[in-house]
């Protein structure tokens, strides 16, 4: 079960647990979502997308910014292979970053399981924007929750960067009223996860936006669960919608 925090009016979120990582010779850098936890098993599909063998690494990280698989792979023209997230599911932690480096140019999707069923699956295939290239002070990023009487909304944010990125979290109804903010700080390769809002209409209903205002694009992560807690669905938001 992923450690959350409950969301107040204005609060500071912060994860402590650096990493330093080079990009080395590599060209682009992917980025995705990963859960390992207790009953969940994900599965890395790194797809190359040209028509020349191209070779890529493959880095797992837990919420913690610990790498926890570790893989090479070198695809022929168009070809596919998958790779198990390999980690310890005990551990609160065991959920966070995926990266994979190349200079070719890949398409990821992470086939995310529940028992022995497959619950959700990610398709990414732009990649990340170089810290050194980044020209704005801000992106503003988006994504729909939901808090009803039979289900929730889990937001995880993932730093897919090896410097520590800032922002705030917005959250509006419905009715575009403004229900909360607070602020939140990532430590590289770091994630963290937290309840948007609790319901509080009579009859157990709150929805609406999540507005993520932050130095750099990091991966937005939406849980949906049923009553019980139980993963009902995934949604992964890599893109944003305006720069300042």
């Not at 990493?19 to 190359?48: K, P, Q, W």
């Not at 140019?105 to 069923?117: P, T, Y």
């Not at 700080?185 to 948007?196: G, M, N």
């Amino acid at each position: 079960m992923k450690r959350w925090m409950a969301c107040a009016l204005v609060g500071a979120l912060c994860i402590l647990a650096p990493i330093c990582f080079g990009l080395c010779a590599f060209a682009r850098t992917y980025a995705l979502y990963h859960d390992s936890t207790e009953g969940r098993r994900t599965v890395v599909v790194v797809t190359n997308l040209n028509d020349d063998v191209a070779t890529g690494l493959l880095k797992a990280y837990d919420a913690d910014g610990r790498i926890v698989t570790r893989a090479n792979v070198t695809l022929e023209g168009f070809a596919s292979e998958a790779v198990v997230i390999e980690i310890d599911p005990e551990g609160e932690q065991a959920w966070g970053l995926v990266s994979v480096q190349t200079t070719g140019r890949f398409a990821l999707a992470a086939w995310i399981s529940l028992g022995d069923r497959w619950r959700s699956v990610e398709n990414v295939i732009a990649s990340l924007i170089p810290l050194e290239e980044i020209e704005y002070a801000g992106y503003w990023m988006t994504a729909n929750y939901a808090s009803t009487m039979n289900r929730s909304t889990l937001l995880l944010l993932v730093n897919p960067y090896d410097e520590p990125v800032c922002g705030e979290i917005y959250v509006h109804d419905e009715a575009g009223n403004r229900l909360s903010m607070r602020s939140f700080s990532l430590d590289a390769r770091t994630s963290a996860a937290l309840l948007p809002v609790e319901s509080r209409f009579a009859d157990g209903t709150t929805w609406g936006m999540l507005d993520i205002h932050c130095e750099a694009p990091i991966l937005l992560v939406m849980e949906h669960l049923d009553a019980e807690g139980g993963l009902i669905d995934l949604d992964l938001v890599s893109s944003f919608y305006l720069v300042d």
